[in-house]
């Protein structure tokens, strides 16, 4: 297999069950100005375009990562589904900018549990140009490290943004 092969569709995901309703904890998710908050990776986000008050599928907003190695990245994202109260998403655009062929995306999945709601966060590695595809070519276990940072980065995302709620 040929790293592309290794790298695109590469998935990750985290559940947490939050004791609000699945509307208030999608204005949780779909408040990307808030993300900075909760996440040790995405430390500021904000809107570049936005039609109104509610996030609509595609709005676009620019997101800071720091990583820890020092790394820092500017990325911008477009929202792709913005269905409240069950799913927030977004792609990260890669430098060519082609929404069809993003470096990732990312989804919420918000579903009713009892007097919650169970919240799922994917990660997965579009066919789009980034670090994680150029590392790719020293071998899978780079892939394996990058998805278990993700997994606990989202597990801290999570935990932090229902703490901030007053979970």
């Known amino acids: 297999m040929t790293p592309d092969d290794l790298v695109t569709g590469a998935t990750t995901q985290v559940a947490l069950t939050m004791d609000l309703p699945p509307e208030r904890v999608w204005d949780l998710v779909g408040d990307v100005t808030r993300i900075g908050e909760w996440s040790p990776e995405c430390v500021r986000a904000g ?21 820890p190695d020092g790394f820092v990245a500017t990325v911008e994202c477009v929202v792709t589904a913005a269905d409240r109260p069950s799913v927030f998403a977004w792609v990260v655009l890669d ?22 709601t169970l919240v799922t966060q994917t990660f997965t590695h579009g066919p789009g140009s980034t670090g994680l595809r150029e590392g790719a070519g ?10 278990a940072q993700l997994r606990r980065n989202m597990t801290v995302t999570l935990r932090a943004m229902a703490g901030a709620a007053g979970h």
Request: charged share 30%; no cysteine.
């Open 138 to 147: 020293n071998g899978p276990a780079v892939i394996a490290g990058r998805l």
């Open 47 to 67: 809107w570049t375009s936005r039609a109104g008050a509610v996030p609509r599928a595609g709005d676009r907003f620019r997101a800071r990562n720091e990583y």
């Open 95 to 116: 430098d060519r900018g082609d929404v069809a062929r993003p470096g990732s995306l990312w989804r919420y999945d918000l579903r009713a549990a009892g007097e919650g």
